[in-house]
């Protein structure tokens, strides 16, 4: 049987999504936290897909979801820590000493 439509994304998925949009456009640095969070999404994807692979472990569509999925939370992570590193080297208030 064909599927017609596309599945639904998870709660956390979209979430996710939400939260690794905001950090871009919220960002001091877009270019660069983005750059950083696609590394660290493509990074860890391929770590989870590679192990399940050599493993053989499971079925391979649900290993590729749980996969996408820690690797957005990854990213989301990855790209929280940037732009709150970007905002401690970068104080808005410079010192009136």
Same mark, same amino acid.
């Given at each position: 049987?064909? %599927?017609? @439509? %596309?599945?639904? $994304?998870s709660?956390?998925g979209?979430?996710?999504?939400?939260? *690794?949009?905001?950090?871009? =456009?919220?960002?001091?640095?877009k270019?660069? @936290?983005?750059?950083?969070? &696609?590394?660290?999404? =493509? *990074? @860890?994807?391929?770590?989870?897909?590679?192990?399940?692979?050599?493993?053989?472990?499971?079925? /391979?569509?649900? %290993? &590729? %979801?749980?996969? &996408?999925m820690?690797a957005?939370? =990854? *990213? =989301?992570? *990855? $790209? +929280? +820590?940037?732009?709150?590193?970007?905002?401690r080297?970068? /104080?808005?208030?410079?010192?009136? &000493?």
């Amino acid at each position: 049987m064909m %599927q017609t @439509t %596309q599945p639904t $994304g998870s709660p956390l998925g979209i979430l996710m999504r939400i939260a *690794a949009i905001y950090l871009v =456009v919220k960002g001091p640095k877009k270019l660069q @936290t983005l750059l950083r969070m &696609g590394i660290a999404f =493509v *990074a @860890t994807a391929l770590l989870f897909m590679m192990t399940g692979a050599i493993l053989r472990m499971g079925d /391979p569509r649900a %290993q &590729g %979801q749980i996969a &996408g999925m820690v690797a957005m939370l =990854v *990213a =989301v992570i *990855a $790209g +929280w +820590w940037h732009t709150r590193s970007l905002k401690r080297k970068d /104080p808005t208030v410079p010192n009136q &000493g």
